[in-house]
């Protein structure tokens, strides 16, 4: 019984901890370098066979929702030439790529809102989308190789138009935020209202300082959820320690039984045993009556 117990123990042990892991990861933002990678592949499986120069808007799952990419594949020395203009962005010309490769693609993100689920800059508020601008490598064949690639900014840098802004503080002076790739934030003026400038590829976005108002909110918020979090896991372990108890209760009513039987068998008459394969069994050797006669007298 008890290394039954135990491994019951152990079993629920690694049930919460799973549980308690994910919602840890549940409460932490994704991985953006993840969906990075699903968007391009998505992108591929999409587009089967891509055109030079074409704008692909690419539609995603619908749990992905709320979330916009576009694509278009160039030609490096066109795109130095040229640079490219399509809808929040604007890159000069002069722009160098880096690997060089004949082929270039550029993948334009708009997380919608799943920006806050991937990207966050502490003590402030987003007004506007998390935008993204990713170049990759590109063949003749596959419209991305998913080898992202960095851009080289030699004359002006390249500009991003913030269309949709939530409302805030007049006082207050939005801030143009660049995400890098290691995690970092760095911060830069607008040029001018909702325009920022941006010196290399990646994610951007605007914010303004966090209000205290908005900061007693997301406290109480967060409050509220570890309370909840700790009373589901409350509950979870009472309910575990219960079903544990009445294990060990109804296994010691029937050892108790066992030994009460046990006992009553050994007051009673003693009987020989015998063995049926594995089991072993009571045996009452076997005797005859002696006959006896009702009257003495034998007939002659």
């Given at each position: 019984?008890g290394?039954?117990v135990?491994?019951?123990?152990?079993i629920?042990?690694?049930?919460?901890?799973?549980f308690?892991s994910?919602?840890v990861?549940a409460s932490?933002t994704?991985?953006?370098d993840?969906?990075d990678?699903?968007?391009?592949?998505?992108?591929?499986?999409?587009?089967g066979?891509p055109?030079t120069?074409?704008f692909?808007?690419?539609?995603?799952?619908?749990?992905f929702t709320g979330?916009?990419?576009s694509?278009v594949?160039l030609?490096?020395?066109?795109f130095w030439?040229?640079?490219?203009?399509?809808s929040?962005?604007n890159?000069p010309?002069?722009?160098?790529p880096?690997p060089?490769?004949?082929?270039?693609?550029?993948l334009?993100e708009?997380l919608?809102n799943?920006?806050?689920?991937?990207?966050n800059?502490p003590?402030?508020?987003?007004?506007a989308?998390v935008?993204?601008?990713?170049p990759?490598?590109?063949s003749?064949?596959?419209?991305?190789d998913?080898?992202?690639?960095?851009?080289?900014?030699?004359?002006k840098?390249?500009?991003?138009?913030?269309p949709?802004?939530r409302p805030?503080?007049?006082?207050?002076?939005?801030?143009?935020?660049k995400f890098?790739?290691?995690g970092?934030?760095?911060?830069?003026?607008?040029?001018?209202?909702?325009?920022?400038?941006?010196?290399s590829?990646?994610h951007?976005?605007?914010?303004?300082p966090?209000?205290?108002s908005h900061t007693q909110?997301?406290?109480?918020?967060f409050?509220?959820?570890?309370?909840?979090?700790?009373?589901?896991?409350i509950c979870?372990?009472?309910l575990?320690?219960?079903?544990?108890v009445?294990?060990?209760?109804?296994?010691?009513?029937?050892?108790r039984?066992i030994r009460?039987?046990?006992?009553?068998?050994?007051k009673?008459?003693a009987?020989?045993t015998f063995w049926?394969g594995?089991?072993?069994?009571p045996f009452?050797?076997?005797?005859?009556?002696q006959?006896?006669?009702?009257n003495?007298d034998?007939?002659s």
């Amino acid at each position: 019984m008890g290394l039954k117990v135990e491994r019951w123990c152990q079993i629920t042990w690694i049930i919460v901890c799973l549980f308690l892991s994910s919602l840890v990861e549940a409460s932490d933002t994704y991985d953006h370098d993840s969906l990075d990678t699903f968007l391009c592949k998505h992108a591929n499986r999409a587009i089967g066979k891509p055109r030079t120069g074409a704008f692909y808007n690419i539609s995603l799952p619908g749990n992905f929702t709320g979330i916009d990419i576009s694509v278009v594949r160039l030609r490096t020395v066109s795109f130095w030439l040229r640079g490219v203009n399509y809808s929040f962005f604007n890159i000069p010309k002069r722009v160098v790529p880096q690997p060089n490769r004949k082929r270039m693609a550029i993948l334009y993100e708009n997380l919608g809102n799943w920006s806050s689920h991937y990207y966050n800059v502490p003590n402030y508020t987003m007004l506007a989308p998390v935008f993204g601008i990713i170049p990759y490598t590109s063949s003749e064949t596959t419209l991305i190789d998913c080898e992202k690639m960095n851009l080289i900014i030699q004359g002006k840098p390249i500009r991003i138009q913030f269309p949709h802004i939530r409302p805030h503080a007049k006082n207050v002076t939005p801030i143009c935020v660049k995400f890098g790739a290691d995690g970092s934030v760095k911060f830069r003026n607008m040029i001018k209202p909702y325009v920022c400038e941006a010196k290399s590829e990646g994610h951007y976005t605007i914010v303004v300082p966090t209000t205290k108002s908005h900061t007693q909110n997301l406290s109480k918020g967060f409050k509220f959820n570890i309370w909840w979090v700790l009373g589901f896991v409350i509950c979870f372990v009472g309910l575990f320690v219960l079903v544990l108890v009445l294990i060990i209760v109804v296994k010691v009513v029937k050892r108790r039984k066992i030994r009460k039987m046990e006992k009553n068998s050994e007051k009673g008459e003693a009987f020989d045993t015998f063995w049926i394969g594995e089991t072993k069994v009571p045996f009452a050797s076997i005797r005859r009556t002696q006959p006896v006669l009702e009257n003495d007298d034998v007939p002659s």
